[in-house]
C-alpha cells in the first residue's frame, strides 16, 4: 500500500521524503489555507523534492470554472493529480480531464455509489473520507471494504485513496481490506515509525554494548 502525507507543510513533506516511505502527497484547500504561502510556490516546491503524485485541489464549484483550474494546475508539474470534488459539475469535469490525460483525484466521497461514479468516469484515484463518516457514527472502514470489492468485481483501474484517516489503526484496517493508498497527517506517519519497545530495546542492547570489552 503506498504512504501518503495528508498536508501542505513542506517541512513535514520533506522529512517523510528524506526517510525514504513516502509515495505522495495529497493537499486541499483547508491545508494550504494553514500555511499562509501562496498555493502554486508550495506545489512547486513538492514537486521539486521528487514526490511522484501531488495531489492540488481546485476550488470552483461549476464545470467549466473546475476545467480551467484543473488545466492550469496540471501545467504545474508532471506529477500533479487534480483533485476534483463529487458532485455532477465535479463528475463532468472529471470525465473530460481524464479523456484528456488528466489524472483526477474525486474528492469529498461518502458512499460506495460515489465511488462506482468516479471509477465510471475515469477518476485516477477516488477519496473516501473516512474519519469523518466516523464521526458521525458511521463505518468508515466499511465504506473502503465495499469500494475495495466493488473496484475488484468489475476491474476498474481506479486507486482507491483512503483519506481522513485520524490514527494508525486506520492505516493498518485500510492495508488489510486492500486499498491502494492512504493519506495520513505527519503525527499518524510518525506513529507507523515508532514503537516504545524498539526504543527501550535500543537502550538496553547500547547500555549493554558498553560492558563488551573493546579494542
Ligand atoms: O485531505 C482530505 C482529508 O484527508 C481531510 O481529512 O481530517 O480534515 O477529515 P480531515
Redesign the pocket.
Given at each position: 500500500m503506498q504512504l501518503f502525507l495528508?498536508t501542505a507543510s513542506v517541512a513535514e513533506i520533506r522529512t517523510m521524503w528524506e526517510v525514504g516511505i513516502l509515495d505522495g502527497v495529497?493537499?486541499?484547500p483547508?491545508?494550504v489555507a494553514k500555511e499562509g504561502r501562496k498555493f502554486d510556490d508550495v506545489l512547486r516546491e513538492v514537486c521539486g523534492l521528487g514526490v511522484p503524485s501531488v495531489s492540488a485541489e481546485v476550488v470552483a464549484t461549476d464545470t467549466d470554472g473546475m476545467l480551467t483550474e484543473g488545466r492550469r494546475l496540471r501545467e504545474i508539474h508532471r506529477s500533479i493529480y487534480v483533485k476534483v470534488p463529487m458532485t455532477a459539475a465535479g463528475l463532468k469535469a472529471t470525465k473530460v480531464l481524464a479523456q484528456e490525460g488528466t489524472r483526477v483525484n474525486m474528492?469529498l466521497v461518502f458512499s460506495a455509489n460515489q465511488a462506482l461514479l468516479a471509477a465510471k468516469v475515469g477518476a485516477a484515484y477516488v477519496?473516501p473520507?473516512i474519519?469523518?463518516l466516523d464521526d458521525q457514527g458511521q463505518d468508515g472502514m466499511g465504506l473502503i471494504r465495499d469500494i475495495v470489492q466493488i473496484y475488484r468485481n468489475y476491474s476498474y483501474p481506479t486507486k482507491v485513496l483512503v483519506?481522513?484517516?485520524?490514527h494508525p489503526i486506520h492505516v493498518l484496517d485500510a492495508a488489510k481490506a486492500g486499498a491502494d493508498i492512504a493519506?495520513m497527517?505527519f503525527a499518524v506517519m510518525e506513529k507507523l515509525v515508532q514503537h516504545p519497545l524498539t526504543d527501550l530495546g535500543l537502550a538496553r542492547f547500547l547500555k549493554d554494548w558498553e560492558k563488551v570489552p573493546k579494542g
Open positions: 495528508d495529497t493537499t486541499n483547508s491545508l474528492t477519496s473520507f474519519g469523518r483519506a481522513s484517516v485520524r493519506t497527517p
